[in-house]
């Protein structure tokens, strides 16, 4: 039942990427384009989101378990750091270089779209070598700790 | 500026919102999980024992939603994609989004809709932050370059 649900949350997901615009790279550079020919829908996207969202985790504030039993993996970071802030700088260039962002890069590569193929191929690869690096940088230190 | 009023869709936009806000309340009030993007796919990169189900269910829906949304979504609701970035410049902009969000730790998903609905002030200053580098990217490559 649980990966039911799960599947539906993705098919939801999905569809609401496709009837919002945001899997087309036009549109969404559109939105981007405050000194050009503006398109301001995909602000409407993110309002009618948060309306909903705001809901729905004001529901589950309020209970300590979610439905299928499971613990709610609310995020545990709380403070503002160089790795949000400089992080989310560099996602905000790539996304208005292509104009995809990484679900809608999915759903147009599902809709078997070549350059979103080669896009997801990238964004991947980014995602592989930013933990190899990190992990890399990571281990003297999980030696120094462990090794007396 | 100029508002583009022949391409501006408030409601078939907001609609598709909606559905981004229903989702992800549905994936965390049943699974106690956070429908992010980036997160989901970086836990299957490589798979965790244990942890996996859970992201296969949801990637394999988003995946057939276009295959879904031939039937159920209005024909004029659906927007053909327009992708002008070159395939080198969609190289560049890929890796660029992959470690950003990583880094970041969240994208337009996690951050953008799950992350505000939880009024989470990590969030807000993530989208700030992405939002702010999207429209000067789009303001030097379409007004300066």
Known sequence: MQRVIEFFAGLIFGLGLLLSGMTDPGK????LDLAGHWDPSLAFVMGGGVLVGVLGFGIAKRKNKSLSGQVF???????VDRALVFGSLIFGIGWGLAGFCPGPALVSMASGEAKAF?????????IVCFDRITLRAQEPLACAKDCP | MTIDWLNFTPWT????GLLLGVAASLLFIYSGRILGI???LEGVLPPKLGDTAWRFSFLLGLMLSPWVGQWLLPADGMH???IDASWPMLVVAGLLVGVGTRWGAGCTSGHGICGLSRLSLRSLIATLSFMATGFVTVFVIRHVI
């Open chain 1, 28 to 31: 969404v550079q559109a939105f």
């Open chain 1, 73 to 79: 993996h609310w995020p545990e970071l709380r403070h």
């Open chain 1, 118 to 126: 080669v896009f997801v191929l990238a964004m991947l690869s980014g």
């Open chain 2, 13 to 16: 936009s907001l609609a598709g």
């Open chain 2, 38 to 40: 980036i997160g989901i």
């Open chain 2, 80 to 82: 053909a994609p327009q």
